[in-house]
Nanobody, 119 residues
């Protein structure tokens, strides 16, 4: 059973950098065929895909966030991280990490981490 758990500060000031870590158990983030993803849901809005890193370490970003987002991984800890620079209140959201295989569906999700951008 794969489990994902997000961690990071719940409050970030405008113009600072949001940093979140997803810890994975029950499966390796280096396994080929999987995309380890970040997804967010702003209040009152739908899910927005932020980006992903696959088992080989290739990284993909949503075009709208590409200039501010960085995804990386620590294979020794089986973790992957999201950094989002120059945040504004519009970046306030519940941030999820999730796993997707080669199909369109995400099969495992973390419980989500609320991040609020406010001074």
């Amino acid at each position: 059973q794969v489990q994902l758990q997000e961690s990071g500060p719940g409050l970030v000031k405008p113009s600072q950098t949001l940093s979140l870590t997803c810890s994975v158990s029950g499966g390796s983030i280096t396994t080929n065929g999987y995309y380890w993803s970040w997804i967010r849901q702003p209040p009152g809005k739908g899910l927005e895909w932020v980006g992903a890193i696959n088992g080989r370490g290739s990284i993909y970003y949503a075009p709208s966030l590409k200039s501010r987002a960085s995804i990386s991984r620590d294979t020794s800890k089986n973790q992957f991280t999201l950094q989002l620079r120059s945040v504004t209140p519009e970046d306030t959201a519940v941030y999820y990490c999730a796993r997707r295989d080669l199909g369109p569906e995400f099969d495992y999700w973390g419980q989500g981490a609320q991040v609020t951008v406010s001074s």
